[in-house]
């Protein structure tokens, strides 16, 4: 035997893994799962919920007018508008509002397709954060932290469950929203847990990666040499520098060789039906339709065993205009958000899959005017409005709820922590169990909060 060969049957055997096995290990579930895959359509930029989900009519009667001081008595403001030198006046919404479902969900006409899901949905009213800036708040709600240096949600979840893909990550990123800035890495790395569990961006059109292809003149015999050469030399490496890195290394390679066959499957369009593309409004590569290419190639990706999916998509964050932007954002994402959750349910994937909709926090009821003759709303952390969707969820439920003028929470709270903590429930998982020791310390995602939301589960 070869001291090659010898190396690397040595190495196989202390990790205890084959290579090819990697993504699929994991199974640190605490109970019973109620779904194997999350797609989480992440709205960056702060969608209103006063312009979408959360309707109040007492909030119109004070429109352009400070609210008497008794409705105000007692609440926290995260910051004052700066753009103004007087009390900032209330906005009532300008968007009619109609109750869809069996269990009186509001929507407002910008969502209708949204609304026409409305039995499929858990609706959470007065959901808090605990920072106001968009940069630190996106990481709150994707890393449970607003200092950057955490691992990702997605990670959390794959570090403790694997993938049930071999040919795919476990952790896929999409992006989208052709108007505003692109989210950054720091939303999806894995922190300080291995980088194998980190996101993977795709795209939806070409390569799902670039240089995804094979170079010309390269057999795959040639290539698969090439793959197990580098994954002995990598191996004897491990063996003398005990770098953990190294097993992403590793991985990293055989993946991008095999994704070479099931990358490409993956975002051919062809095979799905025109009844399905027209549901969802995809049309492969065009830029206006990318969200709906993306929730498309997002169901793709859990029936191939994908275990979190995450879409990012901007152009919510409307300080200064709730008109034609806002009409134009809720054009992109509403009929594909809709036809995603018919989907899988049709498919048989909803009751195992959980579909998450929502922002990094809210908006004031209070308007703010940046520009003469338009007006928008501000950052609010304290009651939000985010829905979900899937297994083990009570669907056409609403859970939690906020005061007349939609300034605080009323009843419970439902902080970030709790939605955090309850995916990780809903995946089997118990949030405070789920650790990582790092530099003397376990971390979890959920830091040292969160409880589950029971009221939302079935």
Not at 160 to 174: R, W
Not at 195 to 215: A, C, E, H, Y
Request: hydrophobic content about 35%; proline content about 5%.
């Amino acid at each position: 035997m070869t001291l090659l060969e010898s190396t690397r049957r040595h190495f196989l055997r202390n990790t205890g893994i084959s290579l090819a096995a990697q993504y699929l290990q994991g199974a640190t579930r605490h109970h019973e799962a109620k779904i194997d895959s999350v797609i989480y359509l992440f709205q960056a930029g702060g969608p209103s919920q006063f312009e979408l989900f959360d309707y109040k009519p007492e909030l119109t009667k004070y429109d352009a007018k400070t609210a008497p001081e008794e409705l105000l008595k007692g609440k926290r403001f995260a910051f004052m508008d700066t753009f103004s030198k007087e009390p900032p006046k209330m906005l009532g919404t300008r968007r009619t509002f109609k109750q869809a479902g069996n269990g009186g969900m509001y929507f407002s006409e910008l969502i209708p397709n949204i609304a026409s899901v409305a039995d499929n949905l858990t609706m959470f009213h007065g959901v808090a954060t605990d920072n106001f800036n968009h940069g630190p708040a996106k990481l709150f709600m994707n890393t449970g932290s607003v200092r950057a240096g955490r691992p990702s949600i997605g990670s959390w979840v794959t570090y403790g469950l694997g993938s049930e893909s071999k040919d795919l990550p476990g952790f896929v990123v999409l992006q989208s929203g052709p108007r505003g800035p692109r989210s950054g890495a720091q939303l999806w790395s894995s922190g300080f847990i291995p980088t194998k569990f980190q996101g993977v961006p795709f795209r939806s059109t070409g390569d799902p990666i670039l240089n995804l292809s094979t170079p010309k003149g390269i057999t795959p015999e040639q290539q698969r040499q090439t793959i197990e050469a580098l994954r002995d030399l990598n191996a004897i490496e491990k063996q003398y520098t005990g770098d953990n890195e190294i097993d992403t290394r590793i991985t990293q390679y055989e993946m991008a060789f095999r994704m070479q066959t099931s990358g490409p499957e993956l975002i051919d369009f062809g095979k799905e039906s025109p009844e399905t593309m027209a549901m969802y409004g995809a049309k492969p590569g065009a830029p206006e339709n990318a969200f709906a290419n993306n929730c498309l190639l997002a169901r793709r990706l859990v029936e191939r065993g994908v275990r979190f999916v995450q879409l990012y998509h901007t152009d919510w964050d409307h300080h200064d205009d709730l008109t034609k932007p806002l009409e134009q954002v809720c054009r992109e994402i509403d009929q594909a958000s809709a036809a995603l959750i018919k989907d899988l349910k049709q498919r048989g994937l909803l009751d195992r899959t959980l579909v998450i909709w929502g922002g990094e926090f809210g908006r004031t009821p209070m308007g703010e005017v940046r520009e003469k003759g338009k007006i928008g709303r501000n950052h609010h952390i304290d009651a939000y409005t985010l829905f979900m969707a899937g297994g083990g969820l009570k669907p056409g439920t609403i859970v939690g709820g906020t005061d007349p003028l939609g300034f605080s929470p009323t009843g419970d709270r439902n902080h970030v922590h709790d939605i955090q903590a309850t995916i990780l429930h809903l995946l089997g998982i118990d949030h405070k169990k789920l650790t990582y020791r790092y530099q003397g310390r376990d971390f979890r995602l959920t830091d040292v909060a969160g409880e589950v939301i029971h009221k939302a589960l079935s």
